[in-house]
């Protein structure tokens, strides 16, 4: 039976990744227009379509939306120190949705939850069906969620090879815990000032 594998994009955390990735040099169009996000999501976009040796037979783009999240309603310190969206970003938007869909590439999001809420559902949901499942992204967090067949794949950037984290990666880089599911208890002793928390 041929591997079944999913690639799972975290697409906020990989825009931000891209466009800060060239913050010192921004990419500028002929038109004025910042093209640093686009440029590197579609650069992440090629190389897991065209030259990861895992080939995708599946591939999700997974969103917030613009909204408050069910976890910001019950928690309003939750992300209140966050500085809102770049506007080069906000403006790269609907450039990236429409890339997906020339890509043929579904696009996820569901009200009141993150992105990391659907990557997190569907990936336990995969595993179960017989899928190897990759997490695009490089936010830690997602640590907790790696498994016998759950991985993240942190993309490569600059001169940084793209990683693969499974449950031995994860468990040497958080300090040699025994078990993923541990990244919970560490993240909840450390706090995490992005979250406010």
Same mark, same amino acid.
């Given at each position: ?7 799972l994009?975290?697409?906020?955390a990989? $825009? @931000?990744?891209?466009?800060?990735a ?5 990419? #500028?169009?002929?038109?004025g227009f910042?093209?640093?996000a686009i440029? /590197?999501f =579609? ?13 995708p ?8 939306t ?7 309603k019950? *928690?309003?310190f939750?992300k209140?120190?966050r500085?809102a969206?770049?506007?080069? $970003? ?5 450039y990236?949705?429409n ?12 009200e /009141? ?10 990936a336990?949901? =995969?595993e179960q069906?017989g899928?190897?499942v @990759?997490m ?5 967090? *997602?640590?907790?969620l790696v498994?016998e067949n759950?991985?993240? *794949?942190?993309?490569?950037? /600059?001169a ?5 984290? /499974?449950?031995?990666?994860i468990k040497?880089?958080w300090g ?7 990244v #919970?208890d560490?993240?909840?002793?450390m ?7």
């Amino acid at each position: 039976m041929a591997d079944k594998n999913l690639f799972l994009l975290d697409s906020f955390a990989l $825009i @931000y990744r891209a466009h800060f990735a060239f913050m010192r040099n921004p990419l #500028i169009n002929s038109k004025g227009f910042n093209v640093s996000a686009i440029t /590197g999501f =579609a650069n992440t976009l090629h190389d897991l379509l065209h030259t990861e040796k895992t080939k995708p037979t599946h591939i999700v783009a997974c969103f917030d939306t613009p909204g408050p999240t069910n976890r910001a309603k019950k *928690y309003d310190f939750y992300k209140a120190n966050r500085e809102a969206m770049p506007e080069d $970003i906000r403006a790269s938007i609907p450039y990236i949705r429409n890339m997906l869909k020339a890509f043929d590439i579904p696009i996820l999001e569901l009200e /009141g939850f993150e992105a990391d809420d659907i990557v997190g559902t569907i990936a336990k949901q =995969a595993e179960q069906d017989g899928f190897k499942v @990759y997490m695009v992204t490089p936010d830690k967090d *997602y640590g907790q969620l790696v498994s016998e067949n759950i991985f993240m *794949y942190v993309p490569a950037r /600059g001169a940084k090879k793209r990683e693969i984290m /499974g449950v031995e990666e994860i468990k040497a880089k958080w300090g040699g815990i025994d078990d993923p599911l541990k990244v #919970i208890d560490i993240l909840s002793m450390m706090g995490d000032a992005s979250d406010n928390i």
